[in-house]
């Protein structure tokens, strides 16, 4: 059956299914793809019903929503859809129908869970996904939707109560109702709940702490948003929760004590986050919040430092009776270009305040924030989508606080937030409890929320509290058996230390999924997974949700003896085939002329290649077959001994001290012949980056126009900004591997492997099912010197249980890891590493393409000075150059390796055959990496990247001139 892969518009529902904090604050807007309709005149899926319950307590609001969706087309679809969540929110729980009962999402590592999902969607198979991307930014996948089917899906959110006066309140989005004929309510709440912001008053009726409340289209109102409110407590509220065999709280402590002025510093950094995501802020209100903060201050002096891939240099300013225009018309000057970097900045040791004005996606570099010392502040101010979590994490840490500028009704908030100081959270004294942690070291709206666990019958805590120049010791005890239970304080415990990890999250990543792992939740490092078959929780080891796990046991006792037989089998598989390379590089070839003429080809006959095999886990290696070579002219007993083979001796023996023929590689420059490309490299010099500004700021641009002006800045001498603007791919898709791939590859390719391991360690993170993802870092390892972590990582390739669509790539890692291993200054650790598989085998030349687009099919050629050219379909040429396997269904690596060069040119040219997919840069990224004297302490390496967009396009990319 034909697959429409479509984002499912009925979804567009969670839009505005997601509370917002206040009613104050606008939702953000929703990234999806446009629908794709199959065919004219057919429907798009519809919501059919929809419920909502909220549990209120425990200072927050556990939001559970379930949604019935049609499919009335023809085709079966799949659901792709991001959307963001108001700070504070967290998603706790995902359900999908499986045979016609909702069947519980289990938390999984989140590369595993994409990993897992691909896969299976490729079988056909149900399965569904909801992960986080970046920022306050997450994802749901759904598949399939049947023809004319329906799916049950459930979404558990968990967001924070808001205290106003004597009440506690959420906001209730609704807009999807008007849709609908009638949505059930159903609100568990200690006290009588009201809602406010409907047409007209439905009424709500009671039983018990459960209240349920029908709506009909019409009682929603165009904002489309209810706020329900529920009395709150003057008196410190605490519930525990019974899970994983602890007894676990959360505590709502009022603190009687109000926010007062504070005093300005005399001076202040001024930390303006300029890349290219900066031009989403609000300006207009963060200038008003600084016009606030100046009048306040009076006098002040201020140091700009302007964030982005590079902090540029500090700038000084006088403000004087709050006038600050000379500061302000510099901000308003600022250019918004380039990715953000959190360090390469210092604060300065005599500003003891600074100023944060930014969204907290932080995404290039490996630094981290600064830290900052005893005594200084950082305040975030917030006005556009981004990481909340981690801006409120940074500011807390040190001594400061995160202040959100979403709306014009949030400046008054904002405002008395800057210039005001909040009781204060100091220290929690006491015994009976461990493993504490606050929400938050500050008393917003008068309450400070806590959780921990009891480790005794009763506890004794006491809340060191600063407030308004003195200090207040709040108590707060805790007796397990006169205290309510309920099924929020494990959860919330979670959220808060959760939220505390986020100021590091590359740091604490570890902590962060294993967090996520045990209380299901969806967070930087995990997802939540569904999946349809038994053998599938069994066969990618996911742990199997209650409703199945003693089918799933049960399977999994079974396979579990056949596993360690099948790793066997790969590993020989793996072993046989360099064997056979190391067979190929003893043997000896002729170096003469042909004994007759071997006709060139003028263009590869691609009209009787074989159509590829649909995509199926490899059981095994396929070696190389050679033994056409003994019946054939190439078997000839003529050879040309050249230097290098006289010096080759004992294959065990291979050493990186051969001195590789004196060759020399000559790269062919590209460029793109895109018009504005063409248009940056008609600018003078000096006008380039102008014209570059222009032009993206006319009209929406692809990741090719960033590729482009970068390449034209790079030729024309301005490093520094080409870098900036190559970085920008970092800021357009912050979850798109391909993008992020392309960029590292540019990265290597200018000789800043310092700022392409980060990028690639991202893409390992999102991709670990692909070997290349492994590959690619390790080699930018290397570069950066830390030879151990590339053969650490290279092993993992060559051990690797990989998709049938990447064969042969251990051979190529094998290659590269025994070439670090012999040509490294101290040992290597390779006691993990099958003793078989440690061989050095040096080349005169060795050419390797890579590309970025997963199901497109590149070809690399190689013509020799006998005019043989090496290619898929020749696999051996007469003088021993051999090629790898065709990689039609990847990414690369396709690899030309030849140990003994004969005198003359060697022709390198890379062919685009096809593809399958969309790709995300307009065209294909090629990178090709060419090396002379290859794994011996010569070797010379050269790197070029390249685009492609035509099917049968070829590109002469450069040549060897061996002497």
């Known amino acids: 059956m034909p697959r429409l892969r479509s984002c499912l518009c009925a979804l567009l529902c969670l839009a505005v299914l997601l509370p ?279 006098d002040i002096e201020v140091e700009l430092l302007r964030l982005r891939d590079v902090a540029d240099a500090p700038m000084r300013f006088q403000v004087r009776d709050g006038d600050w225009r000379t500061l302000r018309r510099e901000l308003e000057s600022t250019v918004y270009d380039g990715a953000s970097a959190a360090g390469g900045w210092t604060p300065s040791a005599d500003t003891r305040e600074f100023l944060l004005f930014g969204d907290g996606l932080f995404n290039h570099g490996a630094q981290s924030f600064p830290a900052f010392d005893d005594g200084q502040r950082l305040y975030a101010v917030q006005s556009a989508n981004g990481d909340a979590t981690r801006l409120a994490a940074l500011a807390q840490a040190r001594g400061g606080r995160a202040i959100p500028l979403r709306t014009v009704a949030a400046l008054p908030a904002a405002t008395r937030a800057l210039l005001r100081d909040a009781p204060r959270l100091e220290a929690i004294d006491g015994t009976g409890a461990r493993d504490l942690v606050a929400e938050s070291n500050v008393a917003e709206n008068g309450i400070l929320r806590i959780a921990g666990r009891l480790d005794a019958p009763h506890a004794d805590l006491t809340l060191v509290v600063h407030a308004g120049g003195r200090t207040q010791r709040i108590p707060l005890p805790i007796d397990a058996a006169r205290t309510p239970q309920g099924e929020l304080a494990a959860l919330q415990w979670a959220r808060f230390q959760l939220a505390a990890l986020q100021a590091e999250p590359e740091r604490n990543r570890q902590r962060i999924a294993a967090l996520g792992q045990r209380f299901g939740l969806v967070t930087p490092g995990t997802s939540l997974l569904v999946l349809e078959r038994i053998e599938d929780y069994v066969r990618f080891d996911i742990e199997a949700p209650a409703s199945i796990a003693e089918a799933v046991a049960s399977a999994r006792a079974q396979a579990e003896s056949t596993q360690e037989d099948e790793r066997q089998t790969r590993r020989d598989a793996v072993a046989r085939g360099w064997a056979e390379r190391i067979a190929w590089w003893a043997r000896v070839f002729p170096k003469d002329a042909p004994p007759k003429q071997i006709a060139a080809p003028q263009g590869v006959d691609d009209s009787r290649r074989p159509a590829p095999p649909a995509p199926a886990p490899m059981a095994a290696a396929a070696p190389m077959v050679m033994a056409e070579a003994a019946s054939s002219p190439m078997a000839l007993d003529r050879t040309q001994t050249t230097a290098s083979r006289a010096r080759a001796g004992n294959v065990a023996d291979a050493s990186s001290d ?128 830390e030879r151990q972590r590339a053969v650490n990582l290279l092993a993992d390739v060559v051990d690797g249980d990989w998709n049938g669509r990447f064969a042969e790539i251990e051979l190529t890692a094998l290659a590269e890891l025994n070439a670090l291993v012999a040509t490294a200054a101290t040992p290597l650790d390779t006691s993990a590493i099958d003793p078989r598989l440690l061989r050095n085998l040096p080349l005169d030349l060795r050419a390797v393409l890579s590309w970025d687009s997963d199901d497109s099919d590149m070809d690399l050629w190689v013509t020799d000075p006998d005019g043989e050219k090496a290619y898929y379909g020749n696999r051996l040429t007469r003088q021993g150059a051999r090629m790898s396997p065709d990689f039609t269904r990847g990414y690369g690596p396709e690899e030309f390796a030849l140990r003994d060069a004969k005198p003359g040119t060697y022709r390198v040219e890379a062919n685009f055959f096809g593809q399958r997919q969309q790709v995300v840069t307009g065209a294909t990224t090629l990178t090709l990496w060419l090396s002379t004297g290859f794994g011996t302490a010569a070797q010379t390496d050269q790197r070029v990247t390249l685009r492609l967009s035509d099917a049968r396009e070829t590109v002469f990319v450069g040549a060897f001139e061996v002497e």
Do not use: C
Not at 30 to 58: K, N, T
């Open 658 to 785: 051969a001195q590789a023929p004196a060759a020399t590689i000559r790269l062919n420059p590209w460029q793109s012949d895109a018009p504005l490309a063409r248009r940056l490299r008609e600018a003078p010099d000096g006008e380039v980056y102008a014209r570059y500004l222009d032009a993206r700021d006319a009209e929406v641009q692809g990741t090719a126009f960033y590729l482009d002006a970068a390449d034209v800045l790079q030729r024309r001498g301005e490093t520094a900004l080409a870098l900036r603007v190559l970085s920008n791919l970092a800021e357009l898709d912050l979850d798109n591997p391909h993008v992020l791939r392309v960029l590292a590859y540019r990265l290597r390719e200018l000789q800043r492997d310092d700022l392409a391991v980060p990028v690639l360690e991202r893409v390992l993170a999102m991709r670990p099912e692909e070997p290349q993802s492994l590959r690619d870092l390790a080699l930018a390892y290397a570069a950066t010197g």
């Open 20 to 298: 917002t904090m206040t009613t104050a604050q606008r939702l953000p807007d929703l990234v999806a793809p446009a629908l794709i309709v199959a065919d004219a005149g057919e429907s798009p899926v519809r919501l059919e019903s929809a419920s909502m319950r909220v549990d209120a307590g425990a200072g927050v609001a556990r939001t559970t929503i379930d949604l019935v969706l049609r499919n009335p087309t023809q085709r079966v679809l799949e659901g792709n859809l991001q959307f963001p969540l108001a700070p504070g929110q967290q998603i706790v729980g995902f359900s999908l129908d499986i045979d016609g009962a909702l069947r519980d999402a289990v938390p999984v590592p989140k590369d595993r869970g994409r990993e897992v999902f691909e896969t299976i969607v490729r079988e056909g198979v149900d399965p569904g996904l909801l992960e986080h991307t970046a920022g306050d930014a997450f994802r749901l996948r759904v598949y399939p939707f049947a023809p004319g089917g329906t799916r049950h899906v459930r979404l558990v959110l968990m967001a924070p109560l808001q205290r106003e006066g004597r009440t506690d309140m959420v906001d209730l989005p609704l807009a999807f109702a008007r849709g609908l004929d009638r949505i059930e309510l159903t609100l568990k709440t200690t006290g009588r709940p009201s809602l406010s912001g409907l047409v007209g008053t439905p009424p709500i009726t009671r039983s018990g702490e459960v209240h349920r409340v029908t709506l009909h289209a019409g009682d929603v109102a165009d904002a489309g948003i209810a706020t329900l409110r529920v009395p709150s407590e003057r008196r410190p509220f605490v519930q525990l929760q019974r899970r994983d065999g602890a007894t676990w709280f959360v505590a709502d402590v009022p603190v009687d004590a109000a926010d007062a002025p504070r005093a300005l510093p005399q001076r202040i950094g001024l930390l303006w986050d300029s890349s290219m995501s900066g031009r989403e802020r609000a300006h207009a209100l963060e200038f008003a919040l600084l016009d606030a903060y100046f009048r306040a201050a009076g």
